[in-house]
């Protein structure tokens, strides 16, 4: 029997090395059988006359992968093995270095192999030989592969066959020739020597702190700064919000405008945003409505939604170089005369011309239209242009100011019923999962840089809570806490502090896509530290989720974090300095970022190191995870049978235990939270649903992400979450 190497010539295949690859693949690990795995291979090999190496590797990985279930989740840790012998291989051929052998060629030739093709910085700007080679001495290639028996019979391991999937598919470098010539532990190293570049003291000692807890997932970066974080062209930010001046293009005769200026100004920014792989999200508020004046010319303003339909041709076209489409939220308050047409813009049918099916729109709400919906009362409708104080304000400045519009004559204004809009909102969430709905008075009230301005809308993924205004873009940096792999409280301090260092220094090393973002980001100096795996973390300790247990656990975690952050970003100011926009702030003592924490989706990254996604329940015990190259049976993170009844699957939690629990945390952020709502359609009402977001707003969340709901099909045990219109830029 012939299969053809690596080189292209045909040998006898040798299936010696088969079994020796399943021999190293479930050493160690227990629930998994070794026979079983030969033995479903053999009962395949008369289909492997001709293949490669490479294939054979990878039928011998489905048969093992096809394996993974509730209770045999082990078989996810053998697969990875096997793809990381494969990989192995692929990067010895690179190097020329020993085939198969973990990390048989050095870090400094893994730096200078990168540099050599082009794709990596100029480590030797930053370090000398010596340095690198020290830091190549601290990479442990068994963090790759390593495992770990819990007492309770919970394999606990770092890499899954999901996770290694994730990391070739979205990570990982590649030659010219599209071969892989970084491996994973290589990675983490450069990516913590990259961030941690312009340390001016104990340089080294940050370098090994950091890669330590990265490697073992106890905390991970945000996806721009993962796969970009050693290249040359290291865009490493999430996040953007912008707004807008109501004029078409710059006014040439301003002598202080700019190319970003007005509405087609800032689609050449978001243009320029979404090439470089941000997740956008822009206020259109100011936008005068259709029907208003131009230049005395009356009614022959077409308001917002024809540039928002527009605006969706820009999210498609300009599409990361095929790796995804733009994602753009556009922001409006409940007030704009056009707020209605705005709710339908991803509606199915009527007039397409006032539609934008690929944009996530969002409504900024205040406290006014949530207080006028509860008490069945009026609201109204204004035209921007007619009140453009409105957007600025906030709280009872805003009250006072709109009450006195509804008496003002002479302007234009549309009566309605509050509750009839939001039953409007209400719909259009329930059947399209938007607009999101974001608190404008709460994110105010806790906005800790009122002396800059007002916040004027939020990001793509509702988490972000900055000050905007027109020529002042906000941006932000994304780490994750890895709750279920925190120790004790002692751990959880070294990597709350690990990672805000780490987070403080993207924004030094971050390569902006435009100048005035830069500006922002060095003034106010952003970051977001957020969570992942809490339902795993729950899991493990045997503790239901929504339960009293778990409010209690989260109130203490997230207090502790915080608090970490905080220390840490003090510590930061008196090293290095506040940042430039401190005075003024009503932080107590200097801070060296003007905003600190957010809880980001991270649906990528937590995949990546295997746990489970942000703050949410977990999906499934068991799902297909959709990718490039097909379905992915995953299962729960060390699900078993001591800790199976604790894995709380998203449908099975009572939506308002999901905003409780949302509540707990949220007073413990200084920004926001991802919080998706999960539904059964079958058993949820209109007056439920409003109860839902309702009560968000009462106990002070900032937001409210995706309504998920139940397809039929859930309960038939092939489900597949809908990955397609989530924000990598958040991951």
């Known amino acids: 029997m012939n299969i053809v190497d690596r080189s292209g010539v045909k040998i006898a295949a040798d299936l010696s090395q088969i079994k020796k690859k399943i021999t190293a693949g479930v050493e160690g690990i227990p629930g998994v059988s070794q026979e079983e795995i030969e033995l479903d291979f053999n009962n395949s090999i008369g289909g492997i006359e001709g293949m490669t190496t490479l294939e054979i590797n990878q039928k011998l990985i489905d048969i093992v992968a096809d394996k993974i279930d509730i209770d045999t989740p082990n ?101 010219k020739e ?44 945000a996806t721009p700064t993962l796969s970009n974080a050693r290249l040359r062209r290291h865009q490493l930010s999430s996040c953007f919000v912008g707004t807008m001046n109501d004029q078409l293009t710059p006014e040439e005769k301003d002598p202080k405008h700019t190319l970003y200026d007005g509405i087609y100004g800032s689609k050449v920014e978001m243009a320029i945003l979404g090439k470089n792989g941000g997740g956008i999200g822009w206020d259109w508020t ?29 999210a498609l076209a300009v599409d990361q170089l095929g790796v995804r489409k733009g994602a753009i ?26 539609r934008a099916h690929d944009l996530f729109p969002a409504l900024w709400l205040n406290d006014e239209f949530m207080k006028r919906v509860e008490a069945d009362e009026e609201w109204t409708l204004f035209d921007p242009l007619d009140c453009p104080d409105l957007h600025l304000l906030y709280g009872e400045a805003f009250e006072e100011a ?40 709460t994110a105010n009230r806790e906005n800790r840089n009122k002396h800059i301005g007002a916040i004027l809308a939020s990001n793509l993924c509702t988490e972000i809570f900055q000050v905007v205004k027109p020529g002042r873009t906000a941006v932000c940096n994304l780490g994750s806490v890895n709750l279920a792999k925190i120790r004790d409280a002692s751990h959880l301090k070294t990597v709350a502090r690990v990672i805000t260092r780490a987070l403080d220094n993207v924004i030094d090393m971050n390569l902006y896509p435009i100048e005035k973002i830069k500006i922002t980001a060095e003034a106010s100096r952003a970051i977001g ?49 506040s940042y430039p926009e401190f005075e003024g702030s009503s932080w107590s003592r200097p801070m060296r970022n003007g905003y600190l924490m957010a809880i980001a989706p991270t649906s990528s990254i937590s995949i990546f190191v295997g746990t489970t996604q942000s703050v949410e329940p977990v999906y499934k015990r068991k799902w297909f995870e959709e990718n490039l190259s097909g379905l992915t049976p995953t299962v729960a993170p060390g699900i078993n049978p001591s800790n199976y009844k604790y894995y709380v699957t998203a449908y099975e939690v009572d939506p308002l235990q999901m905003v409780k629990a949302a509540a707990i945390r949220q007073k413990h952020l200084d920004q926001g939270q991802s919080l998706n709502i999960f539904i059964n359609p079958e058993k949820m009402t209109g007056g439920a649903l409003s109860e839902i977001y309702m009560t968000a707003w009462k106990l002070g969340l900032l937001s409210t992400y995706y309504l998920r709901a139940m397809s039929p099909d859930e309960d ?15 991951q």
């Open 75 to 175: 078989y996810t840790f053998v697969a990875a093995r096997i793809k990381l012998n494969d990989m192995y291989h692929e990067a010895g051929h690179v190097f020329g270095s020993k085939k198969g052998n973990p990390y048989s060629h050095t870090f400094r030739e893994y730096i200078d192999k990168g540099m050599t093709i082009g794709k990596f910085i100029d480590f030797y700007h930053y370090y000398s030989l010596q340095e690198i080679e020290e830091a190549g001495s601290y990479i442990k290639p068994e963090m790759d592969t390593k495992i770990k028996v819990h007492k309770d019979g919970r394999v606990e391991g770092t890499f899954t066959h999901l996770g290694i999937k994730t990391y070739l598919d979205k990570y990982a470098t590649t030659n």
């Open 329 to 354: 939220a556009p922001y409006l308050e409940p007030w704009h005369w056009d707020v209605r047409e705005f709710i339908d813009l991803k509606k199915t049918g009527g007039e397409e011309r006032l």
């Open 286 to 314: 100011s936008i005068r409505g259709s029907g208003s004046e131009i230049d005395g010319n009356l009614n022959v303003a077409g308001g917002p939604i024809p540039f928002l339909h527009d605006l969706n041709g820009l």
């Open 402 to 441: 709109y009450r006195a519009y509804e008496k003002k004559g002479q302007i234009r204004r549309k009566k309605i019923r509050a509750k009839a809009l939001w039953k409007d909102i209400l719909t259009s969430y329930y059947e399209v999962g938007m607009p999101f709905l974001c608190f404008k008075d």
């Open 529 to 577: 530290v957020g969570a992942m795996g809490e339902a795993e973390m729950l899991a493990h300790a045997n503790i239901m989720w929504g339960s009293e247990e778990h409010f209690t656990l989260i109130d203490e975690k997230y207090a502790l974090l915080r608090k970490h952050v905080e220390d840490m970003s003090h510590e930061l100011a008196l090293e290095k300095g």
């Open 716 to 730: 038939m045990g092939l489900s597949v979450p809908d990955r397609s219109q989530e924000c990598v830029g958040c």
């Open 178 to 221: 599209g071969k892989l010539f970084e491996l994973p532990q290589h990675m983490f190293m450069a990516i913590s020597m990259f961030i941690h570049a312009k340390e001016k003291k104990n340089r080294m000692n940050h370098i090994k702190a950091f890669y330590a807890e990265m490697s073992s997932f106890a905390l991970m970066m």
